[in-house]
């Protein structure tokens, strides 16, 4: 992983075999990065979505097999306990080009993956419901 | 709906039950934002999707059933007839993880919809053309 | 083309039979952009996706036929040999609402497309590597 900082602006490179929500995560708390928003593009593998079943109050996961150009992510960053906390939503397609999304819970590089990240100039935070299984923003 | 605003832009979320495009123009409003971008990730369900039929110069229209995650939502906020005019686009995903998508005519969140809008300095505003259908932005 | 500049950042309007890469290309070597990022919605037609084959070091490529929404159309400028480069991917969506997405190649504008484009104020610059077949980002 490697960036540069365009005024308070990200432009992150995720580089081959770099976990995407690991590494923005660990991105996030090495730079301080308290709330932002971003934007990205790139090749994934090992993708692995989530769908929220709102009755049970937890996701169903799923692993995309092969290889998948990035065609969308999407997400912020804020704070849960005190950490920074990814939320990102992807939208990835493979060689027959049909799309498939979700909830990204993990997705590891493959060529690359071109992050523009925004920090906000307010702390956004989060906490955890137990009765409802979401962690929906403190506002 | 609630918000916070981070120097110019605001994050702003949608709760349960809450339309996304009627919300939004309502916060535009009340607001007077009078143009912006967006972009948007979060769950949904009753989500009106449309595809412009160009030679007849409408929408078709059609309503995808059962919860969403959105996994992308994006768009533009301009004047219309002197009034913000909200123009999203989304893609969603259901728990097959096959994604779906069109413009955007109207969408329930279900658990939340975490949106980040940036005002621009300049409005924007369109025109509705009896013509073609369409309401391109004037420039 | 048109378009108008709020503060630092471009509101595109591309127009119909307007090539997006192409075009947006095009604006960012006469408006001297270096280095960008951008979201769009719009809707088009002989849309060309690519995929990118790892082991072969190259895109497969596929035309979808027929008009297509613009459900997501996300990407960066950077400068390739001293000329901007405009790298996209896209997510489309046909009249039975299924989305296909990749790479963008190249997407001919149906009834409109509306971009915004925000510069940075760093330059980006790739470099192309032979034996890879891709063009990263050099940081």
Chains 1, 2, 3 share one sequence.
Do not use: W
């Amino acid at each position: 992983m490697k960036h540069i900082k365009a005024g308070s602006t990200y432009v992150i490179r995720l580089d081959r075999g770099e976990k995407v929500v690991e590494t923005l995560t660990r991105f996030c708390e090495k730079r301080k990065v308290r709330s932002a928003f971003f934007q990205g593009i790139g090749t994934c593998r090992r993708a692995e979505l989530g769908f929220f079943l709102m009755d049970k109050g937890r996701y169903k996961f799923r692993k995309v097999p092969g290889d998948q150009e990035i065609t969308s992510l999407m997400g912020n960053v804020s704070l849960l306990g005190g950490k920074p906390f990814v939320h990102a939503h992807i939208v990835i397609s493979g060689p027959d080009f049909l799309a498939r999304g979700g909830h990204l819970k993990e997705a590891e590089v493959l060529a690359t993956c071109e992050i523009v990240l925004t920090p906000l100039s307010r702390s956004l935070t989060r906490t955890y419901s137990r009765s409802t299984g979401l962690k929906p923003l403190d506002f």
